[in-house]
Nanobody, 126 residues
């Protein structure tokens, strides 16, 4: 079993920055993909970014490209999402997800991920 624990959410003003983290524990997953999703009130959960464990290729949703940066620290078994130039529409619960498979065509699909964290709230005030 794989456990994912997010941290680092909070309240920030528009234009500000925030970094959320996802610590991975339990059964080691050497391959596959890690991702961030978010869910705003009254909306469906949506893809934000993903990183392949092998090779480190990173993909972003168009809505965050150029503002958000996903990274990983293999030694700490942690992935990060650095969020800059935040907008009120970025307000959401941010979820970390993991899949042992690494299929590029599926990385934006919620159903592609086997493991999820509990989420961390990010609120951007105008």
């Amino acid at each position: 079993q794989v456990q994912l624990v997010e941290s680092g959410g909070g309240l920030v003003q528009a234009g500000g920055s925030l970094r959320v983290s996802c610590a991975v524990s339990g059964r080691t997953v050497s391959g596959g993909v890690m991702a961030w999703f978010r869910q705003a009130p009254g909306k469906e959960r949506e893809f934000v970014s993903a990183i392949f464990r092998s090779g480190g290729h990173i993909y972003y949703a168009d809505s965050v490209k150029g503002r958000f940066t996903m990274s990983r620290d293999n030694a700490k078994n942690t992935v990060y999402l650095q969020m800059n130039s935040l907008k009120p529409e970025d307000t959401a619960v941010y979820y970390c997800a993991a899949s042992p498979r690494g299929i590029l065509s599926t990385i934006r699909a919620i159903g592609a991920y086997d493991y999820w964290g509990q989420g961390t709230q990010v609120t951007v005030s105008s």
